[in-house]
C-alpha cells in the first residue's frame, strides 16, 4: 500500500491504527518525507482483499488528508545474485540526469534496490543503490560512469558496497 | 581459568572455522551465556593488520579513533547489512582462556571493525543498534 499526503505529525501513527485494529501486520515498509509530502509504501499481510483494506483507511485518510492506495503485493522470487554498489552524483541541475544515469545503468543489467535524489537551490545530489551482475567488470562500470557525469557536467562515482558479514 | 571456557574457545573456534568467509564468533551466539570471542581475520582480502588468532575473555575497548562508516553484516542477521560508524584504529584488551595471560590487541581498518563488532556481541549487541539512520538499513545480497 501507498499512503501519500501534505506532511504532519500523526500520519503514520494514524494509519498504523488502522492496520494494527484489522489485525494486519507491516512487514516491510519505507516512509520519507520529500519537499513538504510525506510518502509511505508499505508491504502488509492481512486477511483482506486489497480494496477492502483500502475502504477501511477512507476515514482515516480523509481525516489526515492523505491519499491510501493498496494493491496485490507480487510474489518475492528474490533480487537476482548480483554485486552491491553505490552511485553517488552531484553537481548542477538540469533536465534528463536521472534518465541518461539510469539508462546506463540498465544497459549493463543493473538492477537499482534504492535511490534518493536532492535538488538544493542549484544543486543536484543523486544516490542509488545498484546490484550489477556478478560477470559484469564493476571497474569497467565505474569507468563508464564517471565518463557519463563529465559529459553531463557532473561529478559521478560508482563504488563496491559489499557488506562486511561479521 | 575454568577449564570449561578453554573448551568453549575451541568450540567457537572451530564453528568459526566451519562456515565459509566467517571472521569471528562470540559465545552468545551459540547460546553459551560467557563474555568471550575468537577473531581471525587472516586470508581476508580486506585485512590490514593482523593479529593472528584471537581468543579474549572479558574483552575491554581501551581505545578507539578514526571514526569511519561501513556497511557490516552478521551471521546472526542473515538478510540485513547495516551501515554503521566504527573506529579504524583499537586498542583491545582481554584475558587468553587458559593462561589467563592478559592480551593487549591493537588493530587497524578491517581487524579493528571485526573486533567492535564482536565486542558488541559480548555486550549482546547487534550492528542493528548502531545503524545510521532510517535508510541505512539494507537487504542483504547472497551474492560472495
Ligand atoms: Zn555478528
Not at chain 1, 56 to 72: H, R, T, Y
Not at chain 2, 23 to 48: E, I, P, S
Not at chain 2, 98 to 124: P, T
Request: proline content about 3%; hydrophobic content about 45%.
Amino acid at each position: 500500500m501507498t499512503v501519500i499526503g501534505r506532511d504532519r505529525p500523526g500520519i503514520v501513527a494514524g494509519i498504523t491504527r488502522v492496520l494494527a485494529a484489522l489485525g494486519a501486520n507491516i512487514e516491510d515498509s519505507t516512509m520519507t518525507r520529500l519537499r513538504g509530502t510525506f510518502a509511505m509504501t508499505l508491504v502488509v499481510e492481512v486477511d483482506a482483499e486489497a480494496d477492502q483494506l483500502e475502504a477501511s483507511l477512507a476515514d482515516a485518510a480523509a481525516s489526515l488528508g492523505v491519499k491510501a492506495s493498496v494493491s496485490p503485493a507480487v510474489e518475492d522470487a528474490g533480487a537476482a545474485p548480483g554485486a552491491h554498489h553505490v552511485l553517488t552524483l552531484h553537481g548542477a541541475d538540469r533536465t534528463g540526469i536521472v534518465a541518461e544515469v539510469t539508462a546506463l545503468l540498465a544497459q549493463v543489467g543493473g538492477n537499482i534496490t534504492e535511490m534518493t535524489t536532492r535538488l538544493t537551490g542549484e544543486l543536484y545530489v543523486l544516490v542509488c543503490e545498484v546490484d550489477l551482475p556478478p560477470q559484469r567488470d564493476s571497474a569497467i562500470v565505474a569507468t563508464e560512469v564517471a565518463q557519463l557525469g563529465d559529459r553531463l557536467g557532473v561529478s559521478a562515482t560508482l563504488r563496491p558496497a559489499e557488506a562486511d558479514v561479521l | 581459568m575454568a577449564p570449561e571456557v578453554v573448551a568453549l574457545a575451541e568450540a567457537l573456534l572451530d564453528t568459526m572455522r566451519a562456515h565459509a568467509g566467517c571472521v569471528g564468533l562470540a559465545a552468545n551466539q551459540v547460546g553459551a551465556d560467557a563474555r568471550l570471542f575468537v577473531l581471525d581475520v587472516g586470508g581476508h582480502a580486506k585485512t590490514r593488520s593482523y593479529s593472528g588468532v584471537v581468543v579474549l575473555a572479558n574483552p575491554v575497548l581501551v581505545e578507539a579513533t578514526r571514526w569511519e562508516k561501513g556497511r557490516e553484516g552478521c551471521l546472526s542477521v542473515p538478510d540485513l547489512t547495516g551501515d554503521v560508524k566504527r573506529a579504524r584504529r583499537v586498542i583491545v584488551r582481554g584475558v587468553i582462556p587458559g593462561s589467563g595471560e592478559l592480551r593487549v590487541v591493537e588493530a587497524d581498518g578491517y581487524e579493528a571493525v571485526a573486533l567492535q563488532h564482536e565486542l558488541d556481541h559480548v555486550d549482546g549487541r547487534l550492528f542493528l543498534d548502531r545503524v545510521a539512520g532510517a535508510h541505512a538499513l539494507h537487504q542483504r545480497q547472497t551474492y560472495l
